[in-house]
């Protein structure tokens, strides 16, 4: 009988630390602006002008087009 609560007894300890378990942030500021907004360092594409969403959405669909389509890689290879 002892052993069942010392067990239940540790059942819930163990929840209850589990539900103090703090947020895991990468620190700093969170961002709550749109993507094409832009960044305020030098990791910026060339050319790219931040604020404009068209300019966005076009880089997007030539990068995915040229830059990561395995398809159109390997059959520009051939």
Do not use: H
């Amino acid at each position: 009988m002892r052993v069942r609560v010392l067990a239940l007894i540790a059942c819930a300890v163990s929840l209850l630390i589990a539900c103090g378990d703090k947020p895991q942030t990468m620190g700093g500021s969170s961002s709550d602006t749109a993507a094409y907004q832009g960044v305020a360092n030098s990791f910026a594409a060339p050319g790219w002008k931040a604020g404009d969403k068209a300019n966005w959405e076009q880089s997007l669909k030539a990068r995915a087009l040229y830059g990561q389509n395995e398809y159109s890689r390997s059959a520009a290879s051939k």
